[in-house]
């Protein structure tokens, strides 16, 4: 069983920043693409970043140049910096990674960490 744990999300005032981590468990082949979505409310679940097994990084062009997706030195973890939050970046955020176990290649998620940028 694979399981993607997330953590360090919380409130901060618009200007500040945030550090999201995610660690994968469980029966791990290897792990190609991990990502970074969030949903705020009433709107649609949206990819913030990307990361390839390569260290390659996309990112959507709200967050270009405030967010920083790298992966682990462990490689089955991903962290995403957040500078510069503003309050539309309030959301859930959620980590994604295709894993391949060994029988299957699937993408998983995790169950999301809050992120409030308020004053």
């Known amino acids: 069983q694979v399981q993607l744990v997330e953590s360090g999300g919380g409130l901060v005032q618009p200007g500040g920043s945030l550090s999201l981590s995610c660690a994968a468990s469980?029966?791990?082949?290897?792990?190609?693409?991990m990502r970074w979505y969030r949903q705020a409310p009433g709107k649609q679940r949206e990819l913030v970043a990307a990361?390839?097994?390569?260290?390659?990084?996309n990112y959507a062009d709200s967050v270009k140049g405030r967010f920083t997706i790298a992966r682990g030195n462990a490689k089955n973890t991903v962290f995403l910096q957040m500078n510069s939050l503003k309050p539309e970046d309030t959301a859930v955020y959620y980590c994604?990674?295709?894993?391949?176990?060994?029988?299957?290649?699937?993408?998983?998620w995790g169950q999301g960490t809050q992120v409030t940028v308020s004053s």
């Open positions: 990361v390839s097994s390569g260290r390659t990084t």
């Open positions: 469980g029966s791990i082949l290897s792990i190609y693409l």
């Open positions: 994604n990674a295709e894993i391949n176990s060994g029988k299957s290649v699937m993408t998983y």
